[in-house]
């Protein structure tokens, strides 16, 4: 049975569910679909949706902040103006030494088109991408 069949939700752990909801729902503007208990955590977890349903499962964890890698890649069709509105809500881009960046922290991204990464309260990395 091909796993591409079924609908697929990144999950992120984090190591205060407060303080992700205030990054998450606070400055990203995302929309709580579902909120209940992680392991042993009344609240612990909140299912966001994007793009229609659900997409990110945030929990609480000791494991959060862990991988240095690019959780999930949100695409948009103009990054600077997504990137501007998320600025002004206090979300700071990051800049890798590895690549230039324009005043706002975007850069090239390999293939064409342009990238912008941002990381949440534990460190963990995230992405705004375009086409354009």
Known sequence: MPLSAYE???????SDIQQAVAFYEGKL???ALWSGPSAHIAGGSRIYGSGGGPALNV???????????????WYVDDIDQIVDELTSSGVE????????????GITARAGGGRIAWFQ???????????DV
């Open 8 to 14: 697929l939700r990144t999950s992120v752990a984090v």
């Open 29 to 31: 503007g995302l929309e």
């Open 59 to 73: 929990y609480q964890s000791g494991t959060a902040g862990k991988s240095p890698a690019t959780l999930a890649t």
């Open 93 to 104: 881009f990051v800049r890798y030494d590895q690549y230039e960046h324009d005043a706002k």
């Open 120 to 130: 949440d309260p534990d460190g963990n990395t995230f992405a705004i991408e375009a």
